[in-house]
């Protein structure tokens, strides 16, 4: 009786879900502990715990799927896409005229004033050497 009022609680669908979120949480933990095992039979292990985790998870998303159980984002609009791609190519094109005005010859990496740290930098060095 207990079982069937289980059932009732949690739908197929909320179960799949929550598992497949759980999955997902657990692939993170296991790559987080291969990145950082220090020991080659420890890292050997989460590796082979993570992967095992990893299909799981694709199994999982697969049915859910096919089952019309896991709904995906809506596919973009192209026209949107494009909006927002020349949107950043004009913005990257702005930002290279502002630092070719800003900072004309010297390097772009790295802004110094003309002579401020430099002079700084050489009297320090002298200081060493005198």
């Known amino acids: 009786m207990n079982h069937q009022a289980n059932k009732q609680l949690l739908s197929e669908e909320d179960l ?7 999955l997902k949480r657990v692939v993170r933990e296991y ?7 220090t020991c080659p039979d420890m890292r ?10 990893l299909n ?3 199994q999982l998303f697969t049915a859910m799927q096919q089952a019309n159980m896991y709904n995906t984002a809506s596919p973009a609009l192209r026209q949107e896409l494009d909006k927002q791609a020349q949107q950043y ?5 702005q930002t290279k005229q502002f630092l070719q005005q800003n900072l004309g010859g ?16 050489q009297s320090q060095h002298q200081s ?3």
Do not use: H, I, R, W
Request: glycine share 6%; aromatic share 8%.
């Open 16 to 22: 799949a879900s929550t598992v497949l979120s759980d």
């Open 31 to 37: 790559a987080t502990a291969t990145t950082e095992s």
């Open 44 to 53: 050997q292990l989460f590796t082979k715990l993570l992967n095992n985790t």
């Open 56 to 58: 799981a998870q694709g």
């Open 89 to 93: 190519k004009q913005t990257q094109q």
């Open 106 to 121: 010297q390097q772009q990496s790295m802004y110094v004033p003309a002579g401020g740290q430099q002079q700084a930098s």
């Open 128 to 130: 060493y050497f005198n």
